[in-house]
T-cell receptor, first 115, second 111 residues
Framework: DTAVSQTPKYLVTQMGNDKSIKCEQN?????MYWYKQDSKKFLKIMFS???????INETVPNRFSPKSPDKAHLNLHINSLELGDSAVYFC??????????????FGAGTRLSVL | DQQVKQNSPSLSVQEGRISILNCDYT??????FLWYKKYPAEGPTFLIS?????DKNEDGRFTVFLNKSAKHLSLHIVPSQPGDSAVYFC??????????FGKGTRLHILP
């Protein structure tokens, strides 16, 4: 009974392609996130949505477009993939306020390889 | 600019002994600190946290210590068990802002 699930787990694609990664959480959280873990192993936030509204947008190329159809889903679409986009992408969710705020629950990650 | 630093990429500890993982931060606005544990091919999982109004928080075998004047926190695991072998990420946030993660320390528990 996975709390935060993301698909696919692995994604291998050619440069220039467009791809999407999906994320769903069944924890009843109101905030969802996308992180990128690069080759240097840093886990860096890319985007955050609270109740379908974008609240954090780090300096990320506009080829990356998050979409939140509802509170439980946050998808990541990437256009014109580049070699440097190869990384592991993690989805996470949390409560925005109250008990347990700031404690984020992560999906298992999507390993993207751009050839 | 690394606001959260874990200067030891790896640490090996004998089973049953104490594991001490260290973390330094530079941003004095951070008011909440967390430790996450990550196994290969899985996402990070929350382990323990501490608010800046405290200097210690304990949960079973895990204790986090915070030294605000030194901008330093540490995670103590005692006794260390084989299942503790993982990568441990230190993280910090300021007033409900985004969480900044360190680079992680790989802990090996030796039999």
């Amino acid at each position: 009974d996975t709390a935060v699930s993301q698909t696919p787990k692995y994604l291998v694609t050619q440069m220039g392609n467009d791809k999407s990664i999906k994320c769903e959480q069944n924890l009843g959280h109101d905030t969802m996130y996308w992180y990128k873990q690069d080759s240097k192993k840093f886990l860096k936030i890319m985007f955050s949505y609270n109740n379908k509204e974008l609240i954090i947008n780090e300096t990320v190329p506009n080829r990356f477009s998050p979409k939140s159809p509802d509170k439980a889903h946050l998808n990541l679409h990437i256009n014109s993939l580049e070699l440097g986009d190869s990384a592991v992408y993690f989805c996470a969710s949390s409560h925005r306020s109250g008990m347990g705020k700031n404690i984020q629950y992560f999906g298992a990650g999507t390993r993207l390889s751009v050839l | 600019d690394q606001q959260v630093k874990q200067n030891s990429p790896s640490l090996s500890v004998q089973e049953g002994r104490i594991s001490i993982l260290n973390c330094d931060y530079t941003n004095s606005m951070f008011d909440y600190f967390l430790w996450y544990k990550k196994y290969p091919a899985e996402g990070p999982t929350f382990l323990i946290s501490i608010s800046s109004i405290k200097d210690k928080n304990e949960d079973g075998r895990f204790t986090v210590f915070l030294n605000k004047s030194a901008k330093h926190l540490s995670l103590h695991i005692v006794p260390s068990q084989p299942g503790d072998s993982a990568v441990y990420f230190c993280a910090a946030s300021a007033r409900n802002d985004k969480i900044i993660f360190g680079k992680g320390t790989r802990l090996h528990i030796l039999p």
